[in-house]
């Protein structure tokens, strides 16, 4: 989440309220979510969380696209990171479904 505030502190201040913003909210909602799911009792409960965590994953892959393609910095670095918290929170979901109690 850090990474991506230093990342958008770069874009141009006319973006300070479209994809500045809409990226560290989702980039924020990803952490938010999932702590938010772990003191959920049920299982189910716990998995809704971190399917709202993959989706604002996924949102901030979107914006990574739009940002790279208006060229306002190199985006791979993020990518990356993302792509391992997408496969983290995949295990993790995993576990939690198929866990026995």
Do not use: W
Not at 37 to 49: E, I, T, V
Not at 82 to 93: D, G, P, Q, R
């Amino acid at each position: 989440m850090l990474a991506v505030y230093q990342f958008t502190d770069g874009f141009p201040k006319t973006e300070v309220y479209g994809l500045t913003s809409q990226m560290r909210r989702a980039a924020v909602s990803i952490p938010a979510n999932i702590a938010e799911g772990f003191r959920k009792k049920s299982r189910a409960d716990k998995a809704r969380f971190m399917n709202v965590s993959q989706g604002s994953v996924e949102e901030c892959r979107y914006y990574l696209i739009l940002a790279n393609d208006l060229h306002y910095g190199d985006s791979q670095p993020l990518s990356l990171l993302l792509e391992e918290v997408s496969k983290l929170l995949h295990a993790y979901t995993a576990s939690i479904l198929n866990s026995d109690s």
